[in-house]
């Protein structure tokens, strides 16, 4: 393993996320505590798949690890067939947090530009991809804008637009709209379907409103917590990404697929009590 | 409303300090009180307006000492703030003594100065001064750079930045306000230091300096004259760095 850019393209099919027989514990004080036990998923190129489960269920964990922010106990992680880190140092995936992580002392355009600045695009060919950008998320105006002006659902769009700045194939997400009230976190919703049919980019995107990993959604992986495990996957595939529009939210298939995803969510309640730090809104 | 408010914070303060500066005038002058116990705010302006050259000489030499122990504490603050972040064991090694300095009475080391530097140079005033301010830099430093957020430690890492990368983009900006809070703090103590060293020997020059001669020749109202340039000075120090401070604090809102 290098810390070079590998040359050779992806093994062909690969696909983009493969997890297999994951384990992750973590040391405290008060012992090991097992965050995420026999984990396997696969996510296809261009797919969008949502981690949804109650707090302390581990989905932020495996976020982490096909970022390589972290790395497994066990088993193994490869995202188009490579290593995390060194899907990572090819800089294969954009990232986006729950905080949105700007850096307040640049402004908009500044902060859009700043994986290309740290990647060495020159300085046209970033002027010219960060006006792109800001387009496509609706910010065109607010490029001289420092964060601190901006509501927190712009700030989310600038996050975003950072992320797919150099257009990876792979979007990781964890929580982007937990901290937005609902109405703007349903425009950005609808704002995010429209971006990924725009780039076709995979999405692992970590939830804890079960409306939003159906809206968004082709696969939603249902995890139960302590330890962590997927319980189940569940299809939901309303269309493709580009047909999705807020008049799915009234669609019965919608609603069923809610249900749906809430009995599997709340399928070990009687034995386990509530399920804790899900929104069912 | 917003000019009444601004008119008031501006207008209120300087009425009562003229109110305050009768009353004194007043009281002076009704009961007679001796130059030597307080001269009269009046003859105090009158020494003032008679001498404002030697004045304004005194505070600019006193000045100057200041602002070179300002800088030469301020870099090697710094310096040693980042060795700090960078290496635990300096961090180990440094913290028991910058804490051993803090309680040093620092103008205390002033006549031991000007023996090893010579009573002719200003080398030691403006030593006193380098390491009184050296202490709320140094920490200062050091806290600032450890305000790297979580969200961005994982965003560096998540785009593979080099560890210069890392600290040219996130550590030393968010570092940047704590280092000039450090100033704005370091800059009192500068001037405090410099010119209190000058009461413990060194060449006859200085506000210090200035102020002790004036008692010792009974000229009261002079003293008094310089002790109003040692605080006009103070005041200088403070604002600029206090200007650095709220300009290197512009847009740190949380995002």
Same mark, same amino acid.
């Given at each position: 393993?290098?810390?070079?850019?590998? @040359?050779?393209?992806?093994?062909?099919?690969?696909?983009?996320?493969?997890?297999?027989?994951?384990?992750?514990?973590?040391?405290?004080?008060?012992?090991?505590?097992?965050?995420?036990?026999?984990? =396997?998923?696969?996510?296809?190129?261009?797919? +969008?798949?949502?981690?949804?489960?109650?707090?302390?269920?581990?989905?932020?964990?495996?976020?982490?690890?096909?970022? %390589? *922010?972290?790395?497994?106990?066990?088993?193994?992680? /490869?995202?188009?067939?490579?290593?995390?880190?060194?899907?990572?140092?090819?800089?294969?995936?954009?990232?986006?947090?729950?905080?949105?992580?700007?850096?307040?002392?640049?402004?908009?355009?500044?902060?859009?530009?700043?994986?290309?600045?740290?990647?060495?695009?020159? $300085?046209?060919?970033?002027?010219?991809? &960060?006006?792109? *950008?800001?387009?496509?998320?609706?910010?065109?105006? +607010?490029?001289?804008?420092?964060?601190?002006?901006?509501?927190?659902?712009?700030?989310?769009?600038?996050?975003?637009? $950072?992320?797919?700045?150099?257009?990876?194939?792979?979007?990781? #997400?964890?929580?982007?709209?937990?901290?937005?009230?609902?109405?703007?976190?349903?425009?950005?919703?609808?704002?995010?379907?429209?971006?990924?049919?725009? @780039?076709?980019?995979?999405?692992?995107?970590?939830?804890?409103?079960?409306?939003?990993?159906?809206?968004?959604?082709?696969?939603?992986?249902? #995890?139960?917590?302590?330890?962590?495990?997927?319980?189940?996957?569940?299809?939901? =595939?309303?269309?493709?990404?580009?047909?999705?529009? %807020?008049?799915? $939210?009234?669609?019965?298939?919608?609603?069923? /697929?809610?249900?749906?995803?809430?009995?599997?969510?709340?399928?070990?309640?009687?034995?386990?009590?509530?399920?804790?730090?899900?929104?069912?809104? | #409303?917003?000019?009444?408010?601004?008119?008031?914070?501006?207008?209120?303060?300087?009425?009562?300090?003229?109110?305050?500066?009768?009353?004194?005038?007043?009281?002076?002058?009704?009961?007679? &009180?001796?130059? +030597?116990?307080?001269?009269?705010?009046?003859?105090?302006?009158?020494?003032?307006?008679?001498?404002? =050259?030697?004045?304004?000489?005194?505070?600019?030499?006193?000045?100057?000492?200041?602002?070179?122990?300002? #800088?030469?504490?301020?870099?090697?603050?710094?310096?040693?703030?980042?060795?700090?972040?960078?290496?635990?064991? &300096?961090?180990?090694? @440094?913290?028991?003594?910058?804490?051993?300095?803090?309680?040093?009475?620092?103008?205390?080391?002033?006549?031991?100065?000007?023996?090893?530097?010579?009573?002719?140079?200003?080398?030691?005033?403006?030593? &006193?001064?380098?390491?009184?301010?050296?202490?709320?830099?140094?920490?200062?430093?050091?806290?600032?750079?450890?305000?790297?957020?979580?969200?961005?430690?994982?965003?560096?890492?998540?785009?593979?930045?080099?560890?210069?990368?890392?600290?040219?983009?996130?550590?030393?900006?968010?570092?940047?306000?704590?280092?000039?809070?450090?100033?704005?703090?370091?800059?009192?103590?500068?001037?405090?230091?410099?010119?209190?060293?000058?009461? +413990?020997?060194?060449?006859?020059?200085?506000?210090?300096?200035?102020?002790?001669?004036?008692? /010792? /020749?009974?000229?009261?109202?002079?003293?008094?004259?310089?002790?109003?340039?040692?605080?006009?000075?103070? *005041?200088?120090?403070?604002?600029?760095?206090?200007?650095?401070?709220?300009?290197?604090?512009?847009?740190?809102?949380?995002?």
């Amino acid at each position: 393993m290098t810390d070079l850019p590998s @040359t050779g393209s992806a093994p062909i099919g690969a696909p983009a996320v493969s997890v297999t027989g994951v384990d992750k514990t973590f040391s405290t004080r008060s012992g090991t505590v097992t965050a995420l036990q026999d984990i =396997d998923l696969t996510v296809a190129p261009g797919e +969008f798949v949502s981690l949804i489960g109650p707090s302390g269920c581990g989905k932020s964990t495996l976020l982490r690890l096909i970022a %390589d *922010l972290d790395s497994p106990t066990t088993g193994a992680v /490869s995202v188009f067939g490579k290593t995390p880190r060194q899907a990572r140092i090819d800089q294969e995936y954009g990232i986006a947090f729950q905080q949105a992580g700007l850096l307040p002392w640049r402004t908009v355009r500044a902060n859009v530009e700043l994986p290309l600045e740290l990647h060495g695009a020159g $300085r046209a060919e970033r002027a010219a991809r &960060v006006t792109e *950008l800001l387009e496509l998320v609706g910010l065109a105006d +607010f490029g001289g804008s420092y964060p601190d002006q901006l509501s927190g659902g712009m700030q989310q769009r600038v996050a975003i637009a $950072r992320a797919i700045a150099e257009s990876p194939r792979l979007l990781l #997400m964890d929580e982007p709209f937990g901290a937005l009230d609902e109405m703007t976190r349903e425009r950005m919703q609808t704002e995010l379907v429209r971006i990924c049919a725009e @780039t076709g980019a995979a999405v692992v995107f970590v939830t804890h409103s079960i409306p939003e990993a159906v809206f968004l959604s082709n696969r939603v992986v249902v #995890m139960s917590p302590r330890p962590g495990r997927i319980r189940d996957i569940l299809d939901v =595939d309303l269309g493709r990404a580009g047909e999705r529009g %807020d008049a799915l $939210r009234e669609d019965e298939h919608f609603f069923a /697929s809610v249900s749906a995803v809430r009995e599997l969510l709340h399928g070990e309640q009687a034995a386990r009590g509530a399920v804790r730090g899900v929104e069912n809104r | #409303m917003r000019g009444a408010t601004a008119a008031r914070t501006v207008v209120a303060p300087i009425v009562l300090g003229i109110a305050a500066l009768a009353l004194w005038q007043l009281v002076v002058v009704v009961f007679d &009180v001796k130059p +030597f116990v307080i001269p009269s705010p009046l003859a105090i302006g009158t020494a003032f307006g008679q001498t404002p =050259d030697t004045i304004l000489a005194s505070a600019l030499l006193t000045g100057w000492n200041a602002l070179v122990g300002l #800088m030469l504490g301020s870099i090697v603050g710094i310096l040693f703030a980042v060795l700090a972040a960078l290496v635990r064991v &300096v961090d180990q090694i @440094t913290a028991p003594l910058v804490a051993g300095l803090a309680v040093v009475p620092i103008v205390a080391l002033a006549p031991v100065f000007y023996t090893m530097f010579g009573a002719n140079a200003q080398t030691a005033r403006q030593l &006193v001064a380098a390491i009184a301010v050296f202490i709320p830099v140094f920490l200062n430093t050091l806290r600032g750079l450890r305000q790297v957020r979580p969200v961005h430690r994982d965003l560096m890492k998540a785009y593979a930045a080099s560890p210069w990368q890392a600290t040219r983009t996130v550590t030393l900006p968010v570092a940047l306000p704590y280092v000039f809070t450090g100033f704005r703090i370091a800059s009192s103590l500068a001037v405090i230091s410099a010119l209190v060293a000058e009461y +413990f020997g060194g060449p006859i020059d200085g506000v210090g300096r200035a102020i002790t001669s004036a008692v /010792s /020749s009974s000229n009261y109202a002079l003293a008094w004259a310089y002790v109003g340039g040692a605080i006009l000075l103070g *005041l200088a120090f403070y604002c600029v760095t206090l200007a650095l401070e709220i300009l290197a604090n512009r847009h740190r809102g949380h995002a």
